[in-house]
């Protein structure tokens, strides 16, 4: 079992900056792939970053060359840096770990993009 807690989100002006962060915690030996989904309202939760155990990362369009994913391998943690941020990117971003055959999901934190 993997455990994870997010942290970092709030509410930002249109081309501000925020960095989320998730640390996990339980059978973290095993997680091969971790990242970031975010949901917004009315719609169905989506792929922002994914960063797998050997470095390799992918994003969703929407955010390339605005997001940045990293991992902290002696801190058990994952970091979404977001730049350029849009009212588009208002939403709940769920933090996200694949560790063998399972898949565990953090509870969520707001990110809010608005004047």
């Known amino acids: 079992q993997v455990q994870l807690v997010e942290s970092g989100g709030g509410l930002v002006q249109p081309g501000g900056s925020l960095r989320l962060s998730c640390a996990a915690s339980?059978?973290?030996?095993?997680?091969?792939?971790m990242g970031w989904y975010r949901q917004a309202p009315g719609k169905q939760r989506e792929l922002v970053a994914v960063i797998s155990s050997g470095g390799p990362t992918d994003y969703a369009h929407s955010v390339k060359g605005r997001f940045t994913i990293s991992g902290d391998n002696a801190k058990n943690t994952v970091h979404l840096q977001m730049n350029s941020l849009k009212p588009e990117d208002t939403a709940v971003y769920y933090c996200?770990?694949?560790?063998?055959?399972?898949?565990?999901w953090g509870q969520g934190t707001q990110v809010t993009v608005s004047s």
């Open positions: 339980g059978t973290i030996f095993s997680i091969n792939v």
């Open positions: 996200y770990a694949r560790a063998g055959p399972y898949d565990s």
